[in-house]
């Protein structure tokens, strides 16, 4: 997950900090050289880190931060303050027009997950009510139409094709369709190139000037560092981009390029993807995500996760059953297809504040959970209704085909037992409170 190393870096330079008490001068100095190093190490780019930390620096050696009872927490807030600064104070949202339809011109790299997020854009749209087009306008690659058809075809969306025709008339056309048929968001997939070429520019810039999008967002891959920002850089200079959309931000990135960005090319993030499911798409929040690189996690996200992808109505029937004493091994199942939804524990655990750079990737897991699900797929429908039937006997056959031990069957039975165990005496006792057994 990006971020991790320089949530830990500036972790060990902020407690440094506040084992000083009062601060002087050299203190803070000491501070920032070593704030100044983690941010290259998370490569942003250089005049974005000298900029910051002589703003910060600026900052914390006055007087009312040495002065203060609590410096090293005044200089904590400052580093906040600023870093929120850099990623824009505001969350950049999309930019509807007062009469539909929006139109949305995605472009970037090839491999920097545009078709991806094309999709991952319109599940997100489609969640408020709205009615995306999707329009295939890369036709260099016969495989990118049918891509796009399939990752529509994934989030429901309609896709407009005209196969390999000129770009710009497909645009065009998809418009004219959109507002005949009903849509009001109209998203163009424009084609990539390896890198930034004439032809490709000269093809963005024909679409933008026949369609006139209200958004071209561009999508940069994080994982490539500062150049994610030099090409947004180039993108922006040639087409005037209205925001960025910084893909890959889950994969082993140092998380640069989100705080270069906006310095850079003076246009703001506007989302981020964080995974390769079509939910993984989160709003862009400056405040939030240096909430997440001070490892102060962020709820917010984390309650928007929930209940965007959370189940109401399944919900209700659980605690239905719960209070029936009726849970079994079917409802665990589904609790844990519901975390999935949501995404990767380990990313839902970063957003818990105060857990945040405490927990270790390697200490999270997330295997547990799939080999409980394992066990539980093996199981007949009676079984996991009635795990007491289970013998010696079903126990080898769930075992073999979850590909797991006896042991780990038995394990879970008895978890499960010892949580039903619970769930009858809470239902008995009027809630009576009690420690919940560690599952799974
Ligand atoms: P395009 O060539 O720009 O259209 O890129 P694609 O949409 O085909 O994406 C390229 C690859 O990146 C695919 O394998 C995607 O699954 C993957 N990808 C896209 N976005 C993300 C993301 O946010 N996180 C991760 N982990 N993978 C992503």
């Known amino acids: 997950m990006a971020f991790e190393g320089l949530s830990d870096k500036l972790g060990k330079v902020f407690s440094k900090l506040k084992n000083h008490g009062k601060l002087n ?5 000491e501070a920032m050289r070593e704030v100044k190093m983690a941010l290259l190490e998370a490569d942003v780019s250089f005049p974005v880190v000298k900029d910051f930390v002589a703003k910060v620096s600026e900052r914390a050696v006055g007087s009312e931060v040495m002065n203060s009872l609590t410096p090293a927490q005044q200089v904590i807030d400052i580093v906040h303050d600023e870093l929120i600064q850099l990623m824009g104070t505001d969350t950049a949202r999309i930019d509807f027009p007062s009469k539909p339809p929006c139109v949305i011109m995605m472009c970037g790299l090839q491999g920097a997950g545009k078709t991806t997020h094309t999709a991952k854009l319109a599940k997100y749209l489609k969640k408020q009510n709205r009615r995306p087009l999707l329009v295939a306008c890369d036709i260099y690659r016969p495989a990118a139409i049918d891509q796009l058809k399939v990752v529509g ?6 896709v407009f094709e005209m196969g390999q025709t000129n770009p710009v008339k497909i645009a065009k056309e998809s418009i004219k369709y959109a507002k005949d048929n009903g849509f009001d968001v109209v998203i163009l997939d424009t084609a990539g190139r390896l890198h930034i070429d004439e032809d490709l520019m000269k093809e963005l810039k024909d679409i933008k000037a026949e369609v006139q999008p209200n958004e071209i967002l561009l999508v940069v891959d994080s994982m490539t560092g500062q150049d994610a920002v030099n090409v947004a850089k180039s993108f922006n200079d040639m087409l005037d981009i209205t925001g960025v959309i910084l893909t890959k931000l889950d994969g082993d990135t140092r998380g640069g390029a989100a705080l270069s960005v906006l310095s850079v090319t003076g ?11 079509t939910d993984d798409l989160e709003q862009f929040h400056p405040n939030r995500m240096a909430d997440r690189i001070l490892g102060m996690g ?14 109401e109505k399944e919900q209700e029937k659980l605690a239905k059953r719960l209070q029936e004493n009726k849970f079994d091994m079917n409802d665990l199942y589904a609790q844990f ?32 959970m799939y080999r409980t699900k394992a066990i539980i797929s093996s199981m007949t429908k009676k079984e996991r209704e009635k795990p007491s039937i289970i013998d010696a006997k079903r126990k080898r056959r769930i075992a073999a085909g979850s590909g797991t031990k006896v042991e780990d069957v038995n394990q879970l039975l008895k978890q499960f037992d ?3 165990k619970m769930m009858k005496q809470m239902g008995l006792k009027g809630g009576k409170k009690r420690k919940f057994p560690k599952f799974p």
């Open 25 to 29: 001068e050299k203190d803070v100095k």
């Open 153 to 158: 075809a994934s989030v429901d969306a309609h």
């Open 267 to 277: 246009k703001p993030i506007k989302f981020a993807g964080v995974g390769e499911k």
């Open 298 to 311: 962020d709820v917010l996200s984390l309650i928007e996760k929930a209940k965007i992808n959370v189940d």
């Open 337 to 368: 297809e519901q975390i999935e939804k949501m995404g990767s524990i380990s990313s839902l655990i970063k957003m818990i504040p105060g857990v945040a750079g405490k927990v270790k990737e390697e200490d999270i897991d997330e295997r547990r």
């Open 418 to 420: 010892g949580m039903q």
